[in-house]
C-alpha cells in the first residue's frame, strides 16, 4: 500500500443526520492535500476519523502500518489558571529533551518563547507552539485542522510559508483543512472540496474551475488562484490527468487571450 491515509466509502452519521456520505480519498507519501468546504461540511469530522478518533458508521479507513501522525487540531484550549511554560507544554503527555523542544520550537521560529506561559501566548504564536508539538513526534504526515484561524493575513502566509517550508525539507505529507482558499490554492498538490460528499478533487487549477466549487464558494473563488505559479505547459482535468492548453504551440501561448490568462496565474 504507498498511501498513508486512505478512506473507502465513509459515512458518518450524528444527531440524526448524515454529516459524510460515501467518502473515499487517500494521501500518498510527500503530497500536501488540502481539504476545504463550507462551514458544517464534515472536513474535522472525516480528519478525526482518519485518525481512529471517531468511528465510521460504514466505509474503511486505512493507515500504513507504523504511521507517525502529527496532528494540530482545530480546538485545544488549555486551563487558563494553571501556570505552564511552552517547554513544560511541549513535553505533555510524553516528556522531550530541552534540546529536542528547543530545536522545534527552532523549526517554526518561536524559540524566544520557551520560557513564556502557554496562556499569555497570541493565536499566532501559540499555533507555532502546536506545530513544533505536532513535529516532535517525527511524524509521517502533519495534519492540520485550520491552522491560521484568527490570525492576520500577513500571518497566515508566513505561517503556510513556514509548513511548505517543513514539508520539503522533512519530505512529510501534509494533510490541511483551511478555509484560506487564496493561500493553500496556491501551495498545494491537491484539493479535496467536501460539502458531506466530495463535490470535486484534483489540482488547485482543475479544481477553481469545476461548477460545484463555484457553486460552494461563488465565482470570486475562482480568483483564488490568480497568484498561483503555474509553469505546466497543460492543465489538469478533475481526475488529475494532463490535459494540453487549447491552441498550444511548441512557443508558448498561441492567443493573447491564452497569454493574458497565463500572466495572471504568475
Ligand atoms: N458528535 C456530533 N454530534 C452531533 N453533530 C455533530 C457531531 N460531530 C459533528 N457534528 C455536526 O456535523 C457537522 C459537520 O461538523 P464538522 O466540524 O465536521 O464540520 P467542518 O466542515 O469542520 O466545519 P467548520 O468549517 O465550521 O469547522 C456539523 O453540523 C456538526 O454540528
Known sequence: MSALLSAHGVCFNRGGR???DS?????EPSEVVTLIGPNGSGKTSLLRILLGLEQA????????PGLTV???????????????????????PHRVSRAAAREA????GVAHLERAQVHALSGGEFQRVLLARALLRRPDILVLDEPAQGIDFS??????????????????????????LHLVMAATDRVICLNRHVCCSGEPEAVSRHPEYLALFGP????????????????HDIAGE????????????ATADQASREDRQV
Not at 467518502?23 to 494521501?27: A, C, D, G
Not at 494540530?72 to 507544554?89: A, G, H, S
Not at 520550537?105 to 517554526?108: D, P, S
Request: with cysteine; hydrophobic share 40%.
Open 18 to 20: 448524515q454529516i459524510l
Open 23 to 27: 467518502i473515499s480519498l487517500s494521501v
Open 57 to 64: 458508521d460504514a466505509g474503511r479507513v486505512a493507515r500504513r
Open 70 to 92: 502529527g496532528y494540530v487540531p482545530q480546538r485545544l484550549t488549555v486551563e487558563p489558571t494553571l501556570p505552564m511554560t511552552v517547554l513544560r507544554f511541549l513535553s505533555l
Open 105 to 108: 520550537l527552532e523549526e517554526t
Open 155 to 180: 500571518g497566515q502566509l508566513d505561517l503556510y510559508q513556514l509548513i511548505d517550508r517543513i514539508r520539503r525539507q522533512r519530505g512529510c505529507s501534509v494533510l490541511l483543512v483551511s478555509h484560506d
Open 220 to 235: 470570486r473563488a475562482a480568483q483564488a488562484l490568480a497568484i498561483y505559479h503555474h509553469d505546466h505547459d497543460h492543465h
Open 242 to 253: 494532463p490535459v494540453p492548453l487549447a491552441g498550444q504551440t511548441e512557443n508558448g501561448p
